[in-house]
């Protein structure tokens, strides 16, 4: 799985995991940096791994993160979202501090006035990160 890149440079997610692994190293040989959080990836499209979630019996996103390893390791049919997340801990190995995400609620590209006053739309979030 590798990252779409608007500037023409693709990335895979393995490489990604790798260069924060370095990342982190390198932070590590200084002293003023060496205690740094290091998060990421900020990643999208997480609402769509939902039923996903709900088919592994996790009770939302967090539990999810904090059982990710066992997870990642027995699930063979995972959303891309989570597939991403896969190979980017493999590349990783444990050098993130925190995962972080970012959501879409609806496409900017089509978006009308409507669409930025609707309270409905905004309330995706919750639902899909299970937090209701």
């Not at 924060?20 to 932070?27: E, G």
């Not at 003023?32 to 499209?45: E, F, M, Q, R």
């Not at 059982?67 to 993130?96: E, M, V, W, Y």
């Amino acid at each position: 799985m590798k990252i779409k890149s608007q500037l023409g440079v693709n990335i895979s997610a393995f490489q990604l995991g790798k260069d924060f692994y370095r990342l982190k190293r390198l932070l590590s040989k200084f002293p003023l940096y060496k205690n740094s959080t290091i998060v990421g990836p900020d990643i999208n499209a997480v609402g769509n791994c939902q039923d996903k979630v709900r088919m592994y019996n996790l009770d939302n996103f967090s539990v999810l993160l904090k059982s990710s390893r066992t997870f990642f390791q027995t699930s063979s049919d995972i959303c891309p979202a989570f597939k991403f997340l896969q190979q980017f801990f493999l590349g990783s190995k444990n050098s993130l501090d925190a995962v972080t995400w970012h959501h879409y609620y609806f496409d900017g590209q089509t978006a009308n006035k409507a669409s930025f006053l609707n309270p409905n739309l905004f309330r995706q979030l919750e639902h899909q990160v299970f937090l209701h």
